[in-house]
Nanobody, 122 residues
């Protein structure tokens, strides 16, 4: 098993940048595909992107492609989400997730962090 804790959320203005971190403990995170999801009030949880075990690939949702970057440091057991050119529609609770499978569906991820709030004001 792996435990996940996100950090780095906050209130920013449109156009600003923010970097989220997801610290993993327990079984080494390098065994897992790591993903970021987000959920806005009244909406379903949405895939943001994921990254392979050995940083061999990254995948992004079209809505964040070119603005967000996922990276990971397997020595520090930490995954990052760099968010640039933030928009009000990026406002959501951001979740880190882990699983052995490669997927863009929240249903396929077994391990989740509690989430961190990101609010982007216009």
């Amino acid at each position: 098993q792996v435990q996940l804790v996100e950090s780095g959320g906050g209130l920013v203005q449109a156009g600003d940048s923010l970097k989220l971190s997801c610290a993993a403990s327990g079984r080494t995170s390098s065994s897992y595909v790591m993903a970021w999801f987000r959920q806005a009030p009244g909406k379903e949880r949405q895939f943001v992107g994921n990254i392979g075990r050995s940083v061999d690939y990254t995948t992004y949702a079209d809505s964040v492609k070119g603005r967000f970057t996922i990276s990971r440091d397997n020595v520090k057991n930490t995954v990052y989400l760099q968010m640039n050119s933030l928009k009000p529609e990026d406002t959501a609770v951001y979740y880190c997730a882990a699983d052995l499978r490669v997927s863009a569906s929240s249903k396929d991820y077994a391990y989740w962090g509690p989430g961190t709030q990101v609010t982007v004001s216009s």
